[in-house]
């Protein structure tokens, strides 16, 4: 996994979100035609997303992500456009996030 560059637009995610870094990273998925291509998931990885998706919803991220997403829009960071498809990822895998 590569270190993130000081001015990473992921370093400015809230606390609360921060545990998403790795998975964003992980897979860095940068458009829809990606997200086609994680399918079929491996039980294992889908198994470790299930989990992801269920911290997301019970500690609220899904609303401080999209808050972010404001901030530093998919347009100016190449970490946004890999966080905003990770949860596109998410839900196209149905997993409940919200």
């Given at each position: 996994m590569s270190k993130l560059n000081p001015d990473n637009s992921l370093q400015a995610l809230p606390q609360q979100a921060q545990f998403l870094v790795p998975y964003v990273l992980k897979y860095r998925i940068d458009s829809n035609d990606d997200i086609a291509v994680a399918d079929p998931m491996p039980?294992?990885?889908?198994a470790e997303l299930r989990n992801v998706a269920a911290r997301v919803k019970l500690h609220?991220?899904?609303?401080?992500?999209n808050e972010h997403l404001d901030k530093y829009p998919e347009t100016k960071y190449d970490e946004s456009v890999w966080l905003y498809w990770f949860f596109g990822l998410l839900d196209d895998l149905g997993l409940d996030f919200e």
């Open positions: 039980s294992a990885e889908l609220g991220v899904y609303s401080l992500v």
